[in-house]
């Protein structure tokens, strides 16, 4: 073979294996990237489910309350200053 070919075919070889290379490579990072997002999407979920039983648990809570307690919204007079004290 004369010294162009050899380069020639040394050459695409090279190529050849690097771009298979960047392809294995590439589909690892995709793969290792979408993992990473289901871990991401299970702990919001989990963050979520933890977020609704602390609701659920206050609400029961409230009404729980609401049975021996008179609770009102604020959104009546505010209460007038207290008279009394040392006087100063």
Do not use: N
Request: glycine share 8%; with cysteine.
């Amino acid at each position: 073979m004369s010294r162009a070919s050899q380069i020639t075919l040394a050459t695409t070889c090279f190529t050849t294996i690097s771009i298979i290379a960047f392809v294995h490579w590439s589909q690892k990072a995709d793969k290792a990237a979408m993992h990473a997002g289901v871990i991401r999407d299970y702990e919001q979920q989990r963050v979520k489910r933890e977020r609704q039983a602390d609701f659920e648990m206050q609400r029961e809570l409230e009404q729980e309350y609401r049975k021996f307690q008179t609770v009102s919204d604020g959104g009546g007079p505010a209460a007038p200053p207290q008279q009394g004290g040392t006087g100063r």
